[in-house]
């Protein structure tokens, strides 16, 4: 029985082997003896660069630390809007020494639940 199972992989380039075109940047940047992370750290702390270009070099080397974060939505219910509610504020100036105690313990209750 000819062809592959469902899911069975043949031939091809391992999973992780770069390409042809990977490997002939890699050879030539090793010819000229040029590593681009340790350029962009250069660039990155250089105080005479401009913010922009340093801020760019930072994003860039980030991206080798820490993975990207994707965005989330966040729904309600069943897909529906999340509903905000908005309380008055207190001017806690106006209160005694007794009330600011009680709502500072209310708060830390509020807190540790």
Known sequence: MRGSKPGERRGGRQIGT??????????????????????????????????ELRGRMFAELA?????KRKAVELSGADGAPISVQQHERIDVAVLDREQRDQLRSLLMLARAE
């Open 18 to 51: 770069p390409n042809k075109r990977t490997l002939e940047v890699r050879e030539r940047l090793a010819e000229l003896n040029c590593d681009p992370i340790q350029g962009m750290a250069l660039i990155a702390m250089d105080p005479e660069a401009t913010l």
């Open 63 to 67: 991206a080798y630390i820490a993975p």
